[in-house]
């Protein structure tokens, strides 16, 4: 073919690929920075107008992303219902995958866009730890409406995906090292000069079990069966919780009270959520691979992601009740953490794809260069450059943190200050029933309060804010009672309590 036909051929293969791929340019992590910032400023309402400005198009035809961020967004403004909405669409995004991850595994490991332009091609079917968390944050919503029977559902849902995502990764990692064998590449990350390994060795990462089981989902499930008084399911949510993080002693509390806790009358047993900062930003960077072009080598720049942590929002370690009551916060979930972990395990197909892709992507350069001269090698060196972004799609909206504290306080209403949070301002929460949960969102100068505007019903226990209709009991808080590890100080506590309570008769 002579040169100039050759060279017209690449330019219009060229444009036709970028022109069907261009959803492959497309800047998740640009897009969301701006949309995250307005959450930060407390600008949620402008942060949904701007996913939505980002999203056009028919909503059946919206992406799995979309349907998760603008879920957490409605959440944040405590409309339950709506958040909901979405996430259910987001689950039925995830339910497809589940669907082929039993039928047909394969279908999951390798898709020809990867191979060609690059991972961003892929179909987006979450990480293994937007999967386990999206079941959690519904079944948050269905409490903060006072039905915890729907959030029994999607707790139970939980087990079983993470069951499904087991299998899935154990058959992955065999399909990875064997393509990787038969083609004779290093799939290990720590051969990528360049590559910052340590975000993988940090000891917040490397003390996890897998990347997608976290202690958070797990004492949620403990709490909700133990509202419901199952308490044979509540004790292995519990037990759980305390497996994916044995060093917090205080998590054994639950697990040693359940059989023998007495719930006191007028009082609530309050789980307070206290989520901080953002999910990590995925981001794309360019490292050199050598790759084989006949009997020389040559090198090509592949992008491969790495993961660029928030730090703007600290996790308290405690909360304050009425100006008075201390209950400390354990950090029991950190899912900055996990999406390293889940980066790290990703690594062996991530690298496998990228040097096939290089190796087609300097072979087609080569012969470029001989059979178009100057302006083929241009063509297809610019045709490379552009194609060659890392996936930088995660659900961002996440909070970084999640940390829990419990006690048992007076039914009605409170007054909550977090200990160290940037945003000191005092929260109004109402509380009522045998069991509540009270969630917080710290990011940056903002503070979000996720809780119903009116009381519910449903028994047994609700959540709400600034509820005139429900008197506290004339109960002191002082007599808070903090659900802790150590027996001796709960008995401590009680008779502390006791003491008040005599004083107070005479």
Same mark, same amino acid.
């Given at each position: 073919? %002579?040169?100039?036909?050759?060279?017209?051929?690449?330019?219009?293969?060229? !444009?036709?690929?970028?022109?069907?791929?261009?959803?492959?340019?497309?800047? +998740?992590?640009?897009?969301?920075?701006?949309? #995250?910032?307005?959450?930060?400023?407390?600008?949620?309402?402008?942060?949904?107008?701007?996913?939505?400005?980002?999203?056009?198009?028919?909503?059946?035809?919206?992406?799995?992303?979309?349907?998760?961020?603008?879920?957490?967004?409605?959440?944040?403004?405590?409309?339950?219902?709506?958040?909901?909405?979405?996430?259910?669409?987001?689950?039925?995004?995830?339910?497809?995958?589940?669907?082929?991850?039993?039928?047909s595994p394969e279908k999951l490991f390798g898709q020809v866009g990867s191979f060609l332009l690059?991972?961003?091609?892929?179909? +987006?079917?979450?990480?293994? +730890?937007?999967?386990?968390?999206?079941?959690?944050?519904? /079944?948050?919503?269905?409490?903060?409406?006072?039905?915890?029977?729907?959030?029994?559902?999607?707790?139970?849902?939980? *087990?079983?995906?993470? /069951?499904?995502?087991?299998?899935?990764?154990?058959?992955?990692?065999?399909?990875?090292? /064997?393509?990787?064998?038969?083609?004779?590449?290093?799939?290990?990350?720590?051969?990528?000069?360049? &590559?910052?390994?340590?975000?993988?060795?940090?000891?917040?990462?490397?003390?996890?079990?897998?990347? &997608?089981?976290?202690?958070?989902?797990?004492?949620?499930?403990?709490?909700? +069966?133990?509202a419901l008084g199952e308490k044979s399911l509540a004790a292995p949510g519990y037990r759980k919780?305390?497996?994916?993080?044995?060093?917090?002693?205080?998590?054994?509390? $639950?697990?040693?009270?359940?059989?023998?806790?007495?719930?006191?009358?007028?009082?609530?047993?309050?789980?307070?959520?206290?989520? /901080?900062?953002?999910?990590?930003?995925? @981001?794309?960077?360019? =490292? %050199?691979?050598?790759?084989?072009?006949?009997?020389?080598?040559?090198?090509?720049?592949?992008?491969?992601?790495?993961? *660029?942590?928030?730090?703007?929002?600290?996790?308290?370690?405690?909360?304050?009740?009425?100006?008075?009551?201390?209950?400390?916060?354990?950090?029991?979930?950190? =899912?900055?953490?996990?999406?390293?972990?889940?980066?790290?395990?990703?690594?062996?197909?991530?690298?496998?794809?990228?040097?096939?892709?290089?190796?087609?992507?300097?072979?087609?350069?080569?012969?470029?260069?001989?059979?178009?001269?100057?302006?083929?090698?241009?063509?297809?060196?610019?045709?490379?450059?552009?194609?060659?972004?890392?996936?930088?799609?995660?659900?961002?909206?996440?909070?970084?943190?999640?940390?829990?504290?419990?006690?048992?306080?007076?039914?009605?209403?409170?007054?909550?200050?977090?200990?160290?949070?940037?945003?000191?301002?005092?929260?109004?929460?109402?509380?009522?029933?045998?069991?509540?949960?009270?969630? #917080?969102?710290?990011?940056?100068?903002?503070? &979000?309060?996720?809780?119903?505007?009116?009381?519910?019903?449903?028994?047994?226990?609700?959540?709400?804010?600034? $509820? @005139?209709?429900?008197?506290?009991?004339?109960?002191?808080?002082?007599?808070?009672? !903090? =659900?802790?590890?150590?027996?001796?100080?709960?008995?401590?506590?009680?008779?502390?309590?006791?003491?008040?309570?005599?004083?107070?008769?005479?």
């Amino acid at each position: 073919m %002579p040169r100039s036909r050759f060279s017209s051929s690449l330019l219009l293969a060229a !444009v036709v690929v970028l022109l069907s791929g261009c959803g492959s340019m497309r800047s +998740y992590d640009g897009e969301l920075k701006q949309t #995250v910032g307005m959450v930060k400023s407390g600008s949620v309402t402008a942060a949904l107008q701007d996913l939505e400005k980002n999203n056009s198009g028919k909503e059946e035809n919206k992406d799995l992303l979309y349907f998760f961020e603008k879920g957490e967004l409605l959440r944040l403004t405590t409309e339950f219902d709506n958040s909901n909405q979405a996430w259910m669409r987001a689950d039925a995004k995830v339910h497809e995958w589940e669907e082929t991850a039993k039928t047909s595994p394969e279908k999951l490991f390798g898709q020809v866009g990867s191979f060609l332009l690059n991972d961003r091609t892929r179909r +987006y079917d979450g990480f293994d +730890y937007e999967k386990v968390l999206l079941t959690s944050r519904i /079944a948050l919503n269905h409490i903060g409406n006072g039905d915890w029977d729907k959030a029994r559902t999607e707790i139970k849902k939980t *087990h079983e995906r993470e /069951a499904i995502i087991a299998q899935v990764r154990e058959k992955q990692l065999e399909e990875a090292k /064997a393509e990787a064998e038969k083609k004779n590449v290093k799939t290990t990350y720590k051969e990528l000069k360049g &590559y910052p390994v340590e975000m993988f060795d940090d000891p917040e990462v490397t003390k996890l079990a897998n990347g &997608y089981q976290n202690a958070f989902t797990h004492y949620l499930a403990g709490f909700t +069966y133990e509202a419901l008084g199952e308490k044979s399911l509540a004790a292995p949510g519990y037990r759980k919780a305390m497996e994916l993080r044995p060093d917090l002693p205080r998590l054994g509390g $639950a697990l040693e009270k359940l059989d023998n806790h007495k719930q006191r009358p007028g009082y609530t047993d309050v789980l307070f959520v206290v989520e /901080a900062g953002t999910a990590p930003a995925r @981001e794309s960077m360019q =490292i %050199p691979v050598p790759v084989p072009l006949g009997q020389r080598f040559g090198v090509v720049s592949i992008s491969f992601p790495v993961i *660029h942590s928030d730090k703007s929002t600290a996790a308290p370690g405690q909360l304050m009740v009425d100006g008075k009551d201390a209950i400390s916060l354990d950090s029991i979930t950190n =899912i900055d953490a996990m999406a390293r972990r889940s980066l790290k395990d990703e690594m062996p197909g991530i690298i496998g794809r990228n040097i096939v892709r290089a190796i087609a992507k300097g072979v087609m350069q080569k012969e470029a260069g001989d059979r178009g001269g100057l302006i083929g090698s241009l063509l297809a060196t610019a045709f490379t450059v552009v194609t060659e972004q890392a996936d930088e799609r995660s659900w961002r909206t996440l909070p970084a943190l999640i940390s829990i504290g419990r006690a048992q306080i007076p039914s009605g209403k409170h007054q909550m200050t977090l200990a160290g949070a940037q945003d000191s301002k005092v929260l109004d929460f109402t509380v009522s029933g045998s069991h509540a949960v009270v969630p #917080v969102r710290l990011m940056s100068g903002s503070t &979000y309060l996720m809780q119903s505007k009116a009381p519910a019903a449903f028994e047994p226990s609700t959540v709400v804010a600034n $509820a @005139e209709q429900i008197a506290p009991p004339a109960a002191s808080v002082n007599q808070v009672e !903090v =659900i802790s590890a150590s027996s001796e100080r709960d008995t401590k506590t009680q008779s502390k309590s006791s003491l008040v309570s005599k004083k107070r008769k005479k």
